[in-house]
């Protein structure tokens, strides 16, 4: 048998061989006894630089650079929710919303003839699948399906592009292979059928606000003059709400199941109007949440009072009986203790928002979160200080602003958030005094 005839453009760097194919130089080496190949670079001399790197790597028992550990999009998946789950401690909601985003992706490489590698994903094909697919808007197996929104498309390409970004950094990528995602210009997708944000005027504010029932009225127009989160307002509990020094404090409660959006505790001023609102609604109660669901106006009790200490034993009894250790169900757990302490939810507090724009011919309007947008709008109008409108909404600091790392040196004084507050809210007289008219029974 003729011996194989040696290749003369093969050159050896130790453990490490370098050779041509198709016109760019390749390694070959083995590593933990398994044959590498992988291209390298165009020039013989970049080759050689980068054979001896790895044949460093390689002699000192380290990874090298090439090597890392194929996975397969489910594996990426469960990995990526995992770390949030366990490592980052990311909220339960959050941890959701990936799931059900990632889920898309695992889905799509299902749906190939040959399952893709994590590595093998084809981010384009992935973005352009996102365009056509229907889904439950809900999640709700019996709801209607419709196309992704240009949002709801960007959020799972973002999401994606942070799960790959996890996985470079555990080496389930090749080396130096740039995110997929990243190529895609994700920040500057066009949202060409995203809903419009409806921001209210003082006539459309004053007209719903007249239009709300004796129980949807406190909670709009308390999410109108404070700009709150709807569940920073459901979830809010009595002690957390200081009348006699007009101040609101949003607190993390992690024990019940609830966390600021961002993390970040904050104090919001209350108006003297909004003030006597609140003292209607909680009347003689000194425990529980501030907002009740509307049965309990017609003199129903809660099956469960107490302050924040007393709900929170009530809720580690009931995860401990309930025998299941993940966070999933302590929420669960937590979501009943506030049914039964009769907390509002938050699809109520949409559902009447809904039902009162449309009374007022507005059916545009279908999310709560106006009064938020409102609320920053009027700050906005007044010339408040943007610091000022950070801290009020609760947003979470950026450095990379406009402040620079002068936001990090500027601290707001209580008196001066209240004042520029208080004089933009004032800019709107006649919500102000309906609102006192209705607290003092002027009204039906």
Known sequence: MPSRKKRSDRTRVGRVSIYTHHGNWWLYYRDAGKPVRRKAAATRDDALRVAAQV??????????MFAFTPVSVPDLCAAFLDFHESVKHSSVATVRRYRAAVAHLAAFARCRRKPPMAHEVDAQQFAAHLRVIEVAPNGHANSAKRLL??????????????????????????????????????DRLVLGDAKPIFVFDVATELAFLR?????????????????????????????????????????NKPELGWMVKTGHERSVPLLPEVVTVLRGVIG???????????????????????DKAGLEAVCRERVRASGSPSREAAARVARGVWSDAGAVKADAVRTSFIRVARSIGRPGATCPKSWRHTFATLLQDANVDPLVRQVTLGHR???????GMTAAYT???????????????RRWPEVLALALERAEGGAA
């Open 149 to 186: 929104r240009g949002k709801g498309v960007r959020y799972i390409l973002e999401t994606c592009r942070a799960m790959y970004a996890h996985a470079a950094k555990r080496r389930y990528l090749p080396p130096y292979a740039p995110n997929p995602f990243s190529e895609l210009s994700i």
């Open 211 to 251: 239009a709300a029932d004796g129980w949807s009225f406190p909670i709009h127009f308390l999410l109108a003059k404070t700009g709150l989160r709807v569940s920073e307002a459901t979830r809010a509990l009595i002690e957390e709400v200081d009348l006699d020094g007009g101040w609101w404090h949003v607190r």
């Open 284 to 306: 003689t109660r000194i425990a529980g949440p501030v907002v009740l669901r509307p049965r309990f106006l017609r003199g129903d009790t809660s099956s469960l009072a107490g």
């Open 411 to 425: 601290h707001t004084r209580p008196e001066t958030q209240r004042r520029q507050v208080e004089e933009a809210l």
């Open 55 to 64: 044949n460093a790597q390689l002699s000192n028992g380290a990874p090298s």
């Open 397 to 403: 600091p950026s450095s990379g602003g406009a402040l």
